[in-house]
């Protein structure tokens, strides 16, 4: 089994900054990328930032130049480096990891999730 633990999460004014951090953890062949989603409350879940092992990112247009995604492949850990925060980034982030294993199938795991609020 595999387990990602997701942290950082919280309440911030608008303008300020906050690092989430999500560490995969159990039973891991290869992580081939890992990534950062979120959803408002009545929206659908959207892609924040991706990375690959290779370390190419990918980010949804509006989180531009504020977000930062990066990667310790040695702690198969994901980080999002979060600035300039508005109140429309406010909602549940999730981290997701696409593992691969020995046959090259690929597996989809998410975190359970957490709150970011951007609120004054």
């Known amino acids: 089994q595999v387990q990602l633990a997701e942290s950082g999460g919280g309440l911030v004014q608008p303008g300020g900054s906050l690092r989430l951090s999500c560490a995969a953890s159990g039973s891991i062949f290869s992580i081939n990328a890992m990534g950062w989603y979120r959803q408002a409350p009545g929206k659908q879940r959207e892609l924040v930032a991706t990375i690959t092992n290779g370390g190419s990112t990918n980010y949804e247009d509006s989180v531009k130049g504020r977000f930062t995604i990066s990667r310790d492949n040695a702690k198969n850990t994901v980080y999002l480096q979060m600035n300039s925060l508005k109140p429309e980034d406010t909602a549940v982030y999730y981290c997701?990891?696409?593992?691969?294993?020995?046959?090259?199938?690929?597996?989809?795991?998410w975190g359970q999730g957490t709150q970011v609020t951007v609120s004054s």
């Open positions: 997701n990891a696409l593992l691969g294993d020995p046959l090259g199938y690929q597996y989809s795991y």
